[in-house]
């Protein structure tokens, strides 16, 4: 197998370093700073003899390292900083996603395409639509990310492991996610059993802003290492078919009432990407927030004029 990281910032450097650890597929990362992807590769080879990874990782500021990819992840384009929304970086943003959607493609017409750079859901609708393929092949990282700062903070909270929290975060990744407190469960108990809603709704407030809150302490930059690790779960669950149930950005025609819209909702994921949708049983309200959410994402979907 081989797997393209298409940014050689934070996130795309360190996912790179994730993946060519566990050693179950080629990696190339690229990036159009020249010398940026070169040498964090280089360094990383270097480790090899440690580690003991033996699968080949290239850098390159050429898309041609790329030619023949299973899986193409974009984490190319800006940060926000301290203030701005992820929608603030929609005109720069898509931009680069549609330049690499078709730069990448043409090299790996088979890919699996997994989008990072945001506003990731708009950013994912935007490549698919400029690749055609199905929706199967092009999803997004967020309720991994989102979820897996839930369950930090619900293990910190109540001295439990965080793989003990089973996380529900849907909708879309920013300020209009949908945390289900009735899905969330530690130690097999809902979260919304466990706490009252004002302590429910501190712990939901964390979550939406738990981007915000990294940025606020980075200044120039954003989280790196929790989005990395989620989106090598991602890729694992394709590499090694686990069919394990995740919350990616999604393409959804008709689930959960909604369509031609991305947003986070439970998946199951393979070989071949995504293999089904889930649909969970939402009562009323719960349905309305995420109806809500999907409403935001199509105004910033409506600026990208596709
Ligand atoms: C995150 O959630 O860490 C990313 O979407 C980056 C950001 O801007 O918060």
Known sequence: MKITVVGAGN??????????????????????????????????????????????????????????????????????????????????????????????????????????????????????????????????????????????FLAEEYGVSAAEVFPCVMGEHGSNMVVYPRFTTVQGKPMSDLMDKAKQQAFIDRCVNGGAEIVG????????????????????????????????????SGEYGLSDVVIGVPVRLGSGGIQKVIELALNADEKAALEASADAVRKTIAALNI
């Open 11 to 152: 996130v795309g450097a360190t996912l790179a370093q994730r993946l060519i650890e566990k050693d179950f597929a080629d990696v190339a990362l690229v990036d159009v700073v020249d010398g940026i992807p070169q040498g964090k590769t280089l360094d990383m080879r270097q480790s090899a003899n440690v580690i003991g990874f033996t699968h080949e990782l290239t850098g390159s500021d050429s898309y041609e390292v790329t030619a023949g990819s299973d899986i193409i992840v974009i984490t190319a384009g800006i940060a926000r900083k301290p203030g701005m929304t992820r929608d603030e970086l929609i005109g720069i943003n898509a931009k680069i996603v549609r330049e690499v959607v078709e730069k990448s493609l043409a090299l790996s017409p088979d890919a699996i395409f997994i989008i990072v750079t945001n506003p990731v859901d708009a950013m994912t609708y935007l490549a698919l639509k400029t690749s055609g393929l199905p929706r199967e092949r092009v999803f997004g990282l967020s309720g991994v990310l989102d979820g897996g700062r839930l369950a930090a």
């Open 217 to 252: 302490y980075l200044k120039t930059g954003s989280a790196f290492y929790a989005p990395s690790a989620s989106v090598a779960y991602m890729i694992d669950a394709v590499v090694n078919d686990s069919g394990i149930q995740m919350n990616c950005a999604t393409y959804l």
